[in-house]
């Protein structure tokens, strides 16, 4: 884009309110501009004035609602044993490679053995996927790879070490403990910053005669799975199209036929098709080119589709501004967005129709079953991050999110209990959080110093018995407490255990004597009986004789 601005030429610019003016700036930065040409274009740095300062906040309060969804996402075990993982493939816009697929699996825990055409194996399912071992894959050229995710992962509360991988901070597989919804949401809201604020028009590039929406206000939409302007017209189910039409009242309609018969697309007028007559086209694609709504890929393509849509979108905006953001941080956000199930058909449990639950709870309350009765049959459904912080089951940490006053009179009618799972909840009672050493797995640790027992031993005593006297001095001169003016004894009784102590010490202090050590005494005492030419102060002379 500098380069086309340089050499080629500026193109239309845009003012404060997002509006393009209609004049073009044919000349470019190596001709030099007109003083018209020049007078325009300022318009585009008032924009980015205007845009820096309404970021900020923006990008702020993005990053306070990310860590509001994951901030109870802790890594709590090793493994949770799952079968389940997703496929990754090279990240790609049309024909152009925007991320390799080694780049996407390094880190990551493989979920079967990955081999080669000729049966050399590579990874074992199970182990990390290291940089050797993804350039090896590369070379190999397998196009996909199974890997553990976040999204698939089968912990009751927080994800495991293997569906996470490896900690981008260290390099070192996660330990169990690690806040990764806090380094998730902070890793995708810090570099919000850096995003362009409204539609930047690159030569007024628009679709469908809408403004293609990016940089921030995008990722927002995104997170908070908004219905997005100007949808483009999706496939409801595979097929091939059959034929392009155009009809009398300017419309175009498609016809996609399928395995259950013909579908028509009625494509309205201005919209740009992305199919050809002959192309097969898979559900959930867009038959015209611009934004899907993530609920209708959530319908047809499953928990799995809309996570792939949702990262790809995610990653195309942060990359169109040079930022690389790792995938394990946006799966840690979707998976918190899908958590949720509705419940279509209670069954027998005791759940609520419409209501939404964990899968986990509508597995607990279905293995509570007894034999022969009716399951309960929920349909997992797409929160956005603002709705999916309010849906949590941790009434203090919705409430010191927002609607206060809604969620604590909800929670009061519905009796409910926080069982202090996540960070915001602890913190507001002044509890440990449940992250790093403020794990209950960490709290009753004995230390086996091995051979160094004895030593460590009397170490601790010595220690101890060093900060018993520094507190019985303290509280023989009155420092710290003033109960020794008002109880006599208890003064007493100190000031007789630090006279013992003085003269344990004393005792043990007893050097014997040496000619150098007797040299340097001597030297001592006549430093200190040296007349002073001043006046001096008594007490200032007692302490310097001490």
């Known amino acids: 884009n500098q380069i086309k601005q340089i050499s ?3 193109g239309l610019m845009a003012n404060a309110t997002g509006k393009t003016i209609e004049i073009p700036i044919t000349a470019n930065f190596r001709e030099g501009l007109s003083v018209m040409e020049y007078f325009l274009s300022s318009n585009g740095a008032r924009k980015g004035l205007a845009d820096t300062a309404l970021r900020t906040a923006d990008s702020g309060y993005l990053t306070r609602r990310l860590v509001d969804v994951s901030h109870n996402v802790i890594v709590r075990a090793e493994d949770c044993g799952t079968d389940e993982g997703i496929e990754v493939r090279a990240f ?6 925007i991320e390799a697929l080694r780049l996407r699996i390094v880190g990551r825990t493989a979920l079967e053995d990955i081999v080669t055409e000729d049966g050399v194996l590579i990874v074992e399912g199970g ?4 940089e050797d071992a993804a350039l090896a894959i590369e070379d190999a050229g397998i196009e996909a790879v199974k890997i553990r995710s976040v999204m698939t992962c089968k912990c009751e509360a927080g994800i495991c070490a293997k569906c996470y991988g490896r900690n981008l901070a260290t390099g070192e597989p996660v330990n169990i403990g690690e806040a990764v919804g806090i380094t998730a949401a902070q890793s995708i809201g810090e570099p919000g910053t850096q995003l362009t604020m409204r539609t930047f028009h690159t030569g007024g590039v628009s679709v469908a005669g809408h403004d293609i929406t990016q940089g921030l206000p995008r990722v927002e939409e995104l997170f908070e799975a908004r219905k997005p302007k100007g949808l483009a017209e999706i ?18 309609e498609v016809v996609v036929r399928g395995d259950d018969g ?11 098709l992305r199919v050809h007559e002959g192309d097969y086209i898979h559900a959930g694609e867009g038959v015209t080119q611009g934004p899907l709504n993530p609920h209708d890929i959530l319908r047809l393509n499953g928990v799995e589709g809309v996570y792939q849509y949702l990262l790809k979108e995610v990653q195309r905006v942060y990359k169109q501004q040079g930022v690389d953001i790792n995938d394990k941080h946006v799966e840690v956000i979707v998976s918190q967005m899908l958590s949720k199930c509705r419940i279509d058909e209670v069954g027998d449990t005791d759940l609520l129709p419409g209501s939404f639950y964990s899968s986990a709870e509508i597995e607990q309350a279905n293995a509570a079953l007894e034999e022969g009765q009716e399951p309960a049959i929920g349909k997992p459904i797409l929160l956005g991050i603002t709705k999916a912080s309010l849906a949590t089951n941790s009434f203090l940490s919705a409430a010191s999110f927002q609607e206060t006053t809604r969620v604590l009179t909800d929670a009061a009618i519905k009796g409910k209990t926080d069982h202090l799972l996540g960070l915001k909840e602890n913190v507001i009672i002044g509890k440990l959080i449940p992250a790093g050493t ?16 004895e030593f460590m031993e009397s170490f601790n005593l010595k220690a101890q018995d060093v900060t018993d006297y520094e507190e019985e ?15 006599p004894d208890a003064a007493e009784a100190i000031a007789g255990a630090v006279e013992e102590t003085d003269a344990v010490q004393a005792e043990e202090a007893v050097v014997p004597e040496t000619p150098e050590a007797q040299e340097v005494e001597e030297e001592i005492v006549d430093l200190v009986e040296e007349p002073v030419a001043e006046p001096v102060v008594p007490e200032v002379q007692e302490s310097a004789a001490e």
């Open 92 to 97: 790609t816009d049309g024909k152009e490679v």
């Open 473 to 487: 001095s303290y509280l023989s001169e009155g420092i710290g407490s003033s109960y020794t003016e008002e109880d």
């Open 127 to 130: 182990e990390e996927v290291d």
């Open 262 to 272: 013909d579908r028509a697309y009625v494509i309205p007028y201005g919209a740009r």
């Open 235 to 252: 496939c409801e189910a595979d097929g091939t199209v059959i034929s392009i039409e155009s009809r009398s009242d300017n419309k175009t």
């Open 438 to 453: 403020g794990m209950k797995r960490y709290k009753n640790i004995s230390v086996d110093y091995g051979v160094n027992t």
């Open 8 to 10: 080629g030429m500026r």
